[in-house]
């Protein structure tokens, strides 16, 4: 069973910054992509950052390129998301997903909240 716990969430001024983790656990977590999703309120979850299994390709949605940084370290079981100069429109809540054997994300985290203040 695949459990993703997320954490790192919090209340930052806009231009700040703040890391999030994900610690993973239920299978071998080096052998599939990671993402970061996030739902700001009345909003759709949208995809934000994602990261292959090895860790050398990236993608970012163009809002956040330049400013998050995702990695992960998969001898911890562990993917982060560095973000920064963050902006009051970042606020929202975070997951970490990752994907089935159909490259869906179909596995997801309890959310952490971040809210940027202005």
């Known amino acids: 069973q695949v459990q993703l716990v997320e954490s790192g969430g919090g209340l930052v001024q806009a231009g700040g910054s703040v890391r999030l983790s994900c610690a993973a656990s239920?299978?071998?977590?080096?052998?599939?992509?990671m993402g970061w999703f996030r739902q700001a309120p009345g909003k759709e979850r949208a995809l934000i950052a994602e990261?292959?299994?090895?860790?050398?390709?990236?993608y970012y949605t163009d809002s956040v390129k330049g400013r998050f940084t995702i990695s992960r370290d998969n001898a911890k079981n562990t993917v982060y998301l560095q973000m920064a100069s963050l902006k009051p429109e970042d606020t929202a809540v975070y997951y970490c997903?990752?994907?089935?054997?159909?490259?869906?994300?179909?596995?997801w985290g309890q959310g952490t909240q971040v809210t940027v203040s202005a």
């Open positions: 997903a990752t994907i089935n054997s159909r490259n869906e994300y179909a596995y």
């Open positions: 239920g299978r071998t977590f080096s052998a599939y992509a």
């Open positions: 990261i292959n299994a090895s860790g050398d390709i990236t």
